[in-house]
């Protein structure tokens, strides 16, 4: 009985020793997380308030790298917080760490070739986080390897390893920082409306440039887009020639990532004084891709 009671006592006595630091290991890891979240999200929000209690119309690009920035340190501390616990629990339980060291060179190597992927997409995000390509809330175009098309959405969440990113028809797509070989920011400093207007080659061209420049003056004038519109839009001219019409282009810079929403406008105008001076225009109304600086 008294042979039979020593593995009892040893484990009794593991349990109340290093038995009990594992679970205040396990228990502090918790917790830590839980804060780092926490404490992220409150600053997201704080970051949040402060732009909506701005007078801007839309975010600063300052507002939107702090948002991103927040939201990169938080997911790299819960990653530290993850593998310091898992160090501090092995020794805990007696495994010799510099025992593991030759066979964890080895298992590294043959890890590292098989996460080539994994360290292309953090050292992506690091770049494009400290270059300040994009943010949160951005309207972002993305060329993905791979991907047939391009795509084009606001950014939601970023992270050095990977990028989400919501469309314009709701869906969320989650691309991996390292797959993204080209970004187009529609959102950066400003945007332009570009609009073609096609004209039958009968109407005069000076008439139809006096009435586009009305158009922009007016809604210039308009105060529900004077605070997208940065200046007067712009006749530019002729854009091209066909058999049967001509296309004039009228451009109009706007706040970052309102072209979509002042080239609608402008269209809704254009085609209103176009009928009302009897001229009439094609079905659909050519627009070409939104710009941005």
């Known amino acids: 009985m008294i042979e039979a009671a020593a593995p009892l006592t040893d484990l009794s006595e593991w349990a109340r020793g290093r038995g009990l ?3 205040m290991i396990v228990m502090a890891a918790v917790l830590l997380t839980r804060f780092a979240t926490w404490a992220g999200a409150y600053i997201e929000r704080r970051i949040d308030t402060q732009a909506q209690q701005s007078d801007a119309v839309v975010r600063s690009e300052t507002t939107k790298h702090r948002h991103a920035l927040v939201q990169v340190l938080t997911w790299v501390s819960l990653t530290l917080v993850y593998c310091v616990a898992v160090m501090l629990v092995l020794q805990r339980l007696g495994v ?6 030759a066979p964890a060179t080895v298992l590294g190597v043959a890890l590292g070739f098989g ?3 994994v360290v292309q997409d953090v050292l992506a995000g690091f770049f494009m986080v ?24 606001t950014v939601e969440e970023v992270t050095l390893r990977i990028t989400r990113v919501r469309t314009l028809d709701g869906e969320v797509v989650i ?23 096609p004209i039958p080659s009968s109407v005069d061209v000076t008439t139809v440039t006096t009435l586009l420049a009305e158009v922009g003056a007016n809604a210039y004038a308009d105060e529900s887009l004077r605070g997208l519109l940065l200046d007067e839009p712009t006749v530019m001219g002729v854009e091209s020639i066909d058999l049967d019409q ?14 979509f929403e002042v ?31």
């Open 130 to 153: 400290t270059e300040r390509q994009y943010g949160f809330g951005d309207l972002v175009r993305l060329i993905v390897l791979g991907s047939p098309t391009a795509i084009t959405g």
């Open 263 to 293: 080239g609608r406008a402008l269209r809704a105008r254009i085609s209103g004084a176009l009928l009302r001076a009897g001229i009439r225009i094609p079905a659909v109304l050519d627009a070409a891709p939104p710009t941005a600086s």
């Open 175 to 197: 691309t991996p920082n390292g797959q993204i070989i080209q970004v187009v920011n529609l959102s950066r400093d400003w945007a332009r409306a570009v609009i073609d207007v």
């Open 115 to 117: 996460a080539q992927r």
């Open 246 to 259: 001509f296309k004039v282009q009228i451009v109009a810079r706007t706040l970052p990532g309102k072209q």
């Open 21 to 23: 630091e594992v679970v």
């Open 96 to 101: 010799p760490l510099t025992g593991i060291a």
